[in-house]
């Protein structure tokens, strides 16, 4: 592959991630909501992405084809934009985008960051249910 066509694929990825949360398995991360499915006991997938980050390009479609698995229809996922909201992604304990978080019964139980291999992310949503 060209670097032309490299780039222009890595731009048109940057450009569609905004409306790709439009038809996502993903809810816009907000504080409050986090609180209220950790109040319920439910589980909750936080990814922590940036629209230029590579490794979240990798891990974004790959979470979303999990998320959609029957195994997993009981999660409620979220995504926290690294750059718009850096102050809660610190809070919760990101070291940087491309980071996930597990919780399960209001308890964070896993977190990783970088993952793109799909079976060590399915392992790492198995630990929430």
Same mark, same amino acid.
């Given at each position: 592959m060209t670097f032309r066509l490299s780039l222009a694929l890595l731009l048109a990825l940057v450009l569609a991630a905004p409306m790709a949360l439009a038809d996502s398995r993903f809810e816009a991360f907000?504080?409050?909501?986090?609180?209220?499915?950790?109040?319920?006991?439910?589980?909750?997938?936080?990814? #922590? +992405?940036? @629209?230029?980050?590579?490794?979240?390009?990798?891990?974004s479609p790959i979470l979303e084809s999990l998320l959609g698995e029957d195994e997993f229809a009981d999660y409620t996922a979220l995504k926290l934009d690294w750059d718009e909201q850096e102050d809660s992604a610190r809070e919760l304990g990101a070291p940087r985008q491309s980071?996930?978080? #597990? +919780?399960? @019964?209001?308890?964070?139980?896993?977190?990783?960051?970088?993952e793109t291999s799909e079976s060590r992310l399915r392992e790492l949503l198995r630990k929430g249910l």
């Amino acid at each position: 592959m060209t670097f032309r066509l490299s780039l222009a694929l890595l731009l048109a990825l940057v450009l569609a991630a905004p409306m790709a949360l439009a038809d996502s398995r993903f809810e816009a991360f907000h504080q409050d909501r986090l609180a209220e499915l950790n109040d319920e006991g439910k589980p909750v997938l936080v990814e #922590v +992405y940036a @629209d230029w980050c590579s490794t979240c390009a990798r891990q974004s479609p790959i979470l979303e084809s999990l998320l959609g698995e029957d195994e997993f229809a009981d999660y409620t996922a979220l995504k926290l934009d690294w750059d718009e909201q850096e102050d809660s992604a610190r809070e919760l304990g990101a070291p940087r985008q491309s980071t996930l978080f #597990v +919780y399960r @019964d209001g308890e964070q139980v896993e977190m990783s960051v970088a993952e793109t291999s799909e079976s060590r992310l399915r392992e790492l949503l198995r630990k929430g249910l």
